[in-house]
Each structure stands twice: as structure tokens, then as C-alpha cells.
């Protein structure tokens, strides 16, 4: 995955923004920062959310690597997300504690 200095797209409260930076593909997630830090953030790619900030860019990639199998991350909006995480939650408890221990151990 190659690191490219640009525009990206994060979600925030006010909606959508542009932040100008470096950032890297790997789908469905991307690996950002702006140019004034020096911590990456791993975001969801279709919905712009972040998952997890303040990474070192070897555990943002770790953690996009191990969260890959996880078909949760293939919806395309935060509505489709928040909902099948309460499917996940609910349907396979296992399989959710394992993405969370992922998530909060980085």
C-alpha cells in the first residue's frame, strides 16, 4: 500500500470534510493524518468514520489487515454499518468481541 500526499474525505459532526494530507487505500479502510500530525487514523473508506486514531502507520496497516475479514466493514453507509453491528452483536457475540479486542488493543 503506497502512502499518497493529497485530499481525503473524514466524517465529522458537521458532515463531510476535506483535509489535506498523506493517506493510503486498503479496502474498505483507508490510513490517514493530516500534515500537522504525526499519528495515522484508520477510517472506514465508504462512510468516512474512523475506527481508530493516534496509530503508528505499521499498527494502522496491522489493524486493517486483521479487521479485513470481517464483512461488517462492505456496508456502504454509517446506517448500514450501525445496523449490522447490532446484528453482529447480537447473532455472533464471539465473533464481535473478537473485532473489538482488535480495535481497542492498537
Known amino acids: 500500500m503506497k502512502i499518497i500526499k493529497g485530499e481525503f474525505k473524514v466524517a465529522t459532526s458537521e458532515g463531510f470534510v476535506y483535509r489535506e494530507g498523506s493517506y493510503a487505500t486498503s479496502y474498505p479502510f483507508y490510513i490517514h ?6 499519528l495515522w487514523t484508520l477510517s472506514h473508506l465508504a462512510t468516512g468514520y474512523n475506527i481508530k486514531k493516534g496509530l503508528t ?8 489487515k ?5 464483512p461488517l466493514f462492505l456496508v456502504p453507509t454509517i446506517a448500514t454499518f450501525t445496523k449490522q453491528l447490532e446484528v453482529q452483536k447480537a447473532q ?10 482488535m480495535i481497542n488493543n492498537k
Open 33 to 38: 493524518r493530516e500534515t500537522t500530525e504525526h
Open 57 to 64: 502507520l505499521a499498527d494502522a496497516r496491522a489493524l486493517a
Open 66 to 70: 486483521n479487521l479485513k475479514p470481517f
Open 92 to 101: 455472533n457475540p464471539t465473533k464481535h468481541a473478537e473485532m473489538l479486542k
